[in-house]
T-cell receptor
Framework: NAGVTQTPKFQVLKTGQSMTLQCAQD?????MSWYRQDPGMGLRLIHY???????DQGEVPNGYNVSRSTTEDFPLRLLSAAPSQTSVYFC?????????????FGPGTRLLVL | QQQVKQSPQSLIVQKGGISIINCAYE??????FPWYQQFPGKGPALLIAIRPDVSEKKEGRFTISFNKSAKQFSLHIMDSQPGDSATYFCAASFLNDYKLSFGAGTTVTVRA
């Protein structure tokens, strides 16, 4: 049971480039989400999904796209990278959607946009 | 605009001392208040959580105190150990809403 896995661990992009951050979980969790972590701002929700085929925007969705074709995978796409997207990105999953289940976080992807 | 305000930003405590982190919220509809612990280079992990119908919850050396009327809750780390050195985030969510609103985080350093 690998839990929540994320790839890559670290990425450097040039402004305007696109890329996909991968996230996978093997716990059969329905709920998955993407957060970004910036100093002094905690974790902010980018996008989330309550099941395959269903996604919605979080607090800071601009510049990011997501899709959920399977229960296991929830990739985050940066369409045209900007320096403001330099951050650490975390994927999380939880079993249920009552609001009181534990969210399990991946190890993070550190992104630097030059 | 953060819905959960956390303080202090950082604190240093001697081994065996007590670490106290405070959080405040405005929206009384919040129904669940977890604390997450994050070690450097790792993702956050759930430490302890409380619901507003309980004033205190204790798990080992970690205690959440909850003051519903003041809209505040705090984490106390008793007998702090060097292994407790980490960043701690408070959070809140609404009933039947899986989205978490996080505080800004507190970096705790425990000196041996």
């Amino acid at each position: 049971n690998a839990g929540v896995t994320q790839t890559p661990k670290f990425q450097v992009l040039k402004t305007g480039q696109s890329m996909t951050l991968q996230c996978a979980q093997d716990m059969n969790h329905e709920y998955m989400s993407w957060y970004r972590q910036d100093p002094g701002m905690g974790l902010r929700l980018i996008h989330y999904s309550v099941g395959a085929g269903i996604t919605d925007q979080g607090e800071v969705p601009n510049g990011y796209n997501v899709s959920r074709s399977t229960t296991e995978d929830f990739p985050l796409r940066l369409l045209s990278a900007a320096p403001s997207q330099t951050s650490v990105y975390f994927c999380a999953s939880s079993y249920g959607t009552s609001g009181q289940e534990t969210q399990y976080f991946g190890p993070g992807t550190r992104l630097l946009v030059l | 605009q953060q819905q959960v305000k956390q303080s202090p930003q950082s604190l240093i405590v001697q081994k065996g001392g007590i670490s106290i982190i405070n959080c405040a919220y405005e929206n009384t509809a919040f129904d669940y208040f977890p604390w997450y612990q994050q070690f450097p280079g790792k993702g956050p992990a759930l430490l302890i959580a409380i619901r507003p119908d309980v004033s205190e919850k204790k798990e080992g050396r970690f205690t959440i105190s909850f003051n519903k009327s003041a809209k505040q809750f705090s984490l106390h780390i008793m007998d702090s150990q060097p292994g407790d050195s980490a960043t701690y985030f408070c959070a809140a969510s609404f009933l039947n809403d899986y989205k978490l609103s996080f505080g800004a985080g507190t970096t705790v350093t425990v000196r041996a």
